[in-house]
């Protein structure tokens, strides 16, 4: 073993000596300040009876994106889709099955990408931007998505890897959605 290495380990055992001494509140401070730290959003993917995706345009983004947005303190992503998509374009939505989770360590960002169809009592005519930061919302048919926004192609790219989308209906996604990169936020 090199010296450098001995000084090293020592080191290391010297700090676990003293950080086991503290008391507890200070050793869960100190690990949560040493921890990353990520926000979560949730996005909802929605699909209507044709299969047709709901799309929207961001006020903020040149490219086609889907409604949601962040979680707020203490709020289940099931529930902030669900919340956000009524905010965004005034439509009630069901979730489908089992969410799929895109991770970005570049932005601390956990996506949690949820399926949905409108609600029973949903009316598809009143589907329209209701948020100042959506400018248009759009039916699109899966073989014929406008260009999408990078987080658009990792929620879609997540769900048809979990299996909750065909991946022959999204081959616009690309050869193989499994090889695209985590999507980052712009």
Same mark, same amino acid.
């Given at each position: 073993?090199?010296?450098?290495?001995?000084?090293?380990?020592?080191?290391?055992?010297?700090?676990?000596?003293?950080?086991?001494?503290? =008391? %507890?509140?200070? &050793?869960?401070?100190? #690990?949560? *300040?040493?921890? /990353?730290?990520?926000?979560?959003?949730?996005?909802?993917?929605?699909?209507?009876?044709?299969?047709?995706?709901?799309?929207?345009?961001?006020?903020?983004?040149?490219?086609?994106?889907?409604?949601?947005?962040?979680?707020?303190?203490?709020?289940?992503?099931?529930?902030?889709?669900?919340?956000?998509?009524?905010?965004?374009?005034?439509?009630?939505?069901?979730?489908?099955?089992?969410?799929?989770?895109?991770?970005? =360590? %570049?932005?601390? &960002?956990?996506?949690? #990408?949820? *399926?949905?169809? /409108?609600?029973?009592?949903?009316?598809?005519?009143?589907?329209?931007?209701?948020?100042?930061?959506?400018?248009?919302?759009?039916?699109?048919?899966?073989?014929?998505?406008?260009?999408?926004?990078?987080?658009?192609?990792?929620?879609?790219?997540?769900?048809?890897?979990?299996?909750?989308?065909?991946?022959?209906?999204?081959?616009?996604?690309?050869?193989?959605?499994?090889?695209?990169?985590?999507?980052?936020?712009?």
């Amino acid at each position: 073993m090199t010296e450098r290495r001995s000084v090293r380990t020592a080191s290391f055992a010297l700090f676990l000596s003293v950080f086991g001494r503290l =008391p %507890r509140p200070v &050793r869960r401070w100190l #690990v949560w *300040l040493g921890s /990353p730290h990520y926000t979560v959003g949730a996005i909802c993917i929605v699909r209507r009876g044709d299969g047709a995706l709901l799309l929207v345009r961001h006020s903020y983004r040149g490219k086609w994106g889907c409604p949601g947005g962040l979680a707020q303190r203490g709020e289940v992503p099931a529930q902030a889709a669900v919340r956000e998509t009524k905010e965004e374009v005034g439509l009630s939505v069901e979730l489908v099955g089992e969410p799929a989770v895109v991770v970005d =360590p %570049r932005t601390r &960002r956990v996506d949690v #990408v949820h *399926l949905a169809r /409108p609600a029973p009592d949903a009316s598809l005519d009143d589907v329209r931007p209701s948020s100042p930061e959506i400018v248009a919302t759009e039916w699109f048919a899966p073989g014929e998505l406008p260009e999408l926004s990078r987080n658009a192609v990792g929620a879609l790219a997540a769900l048809v890897r979990a299996g909750r989308l065909d991946r022959d209906d999204f081959s616009s996604l690309g050869p193989d959605p499994d090889s695209r990169p985590t999507q980052r936020s712009r």
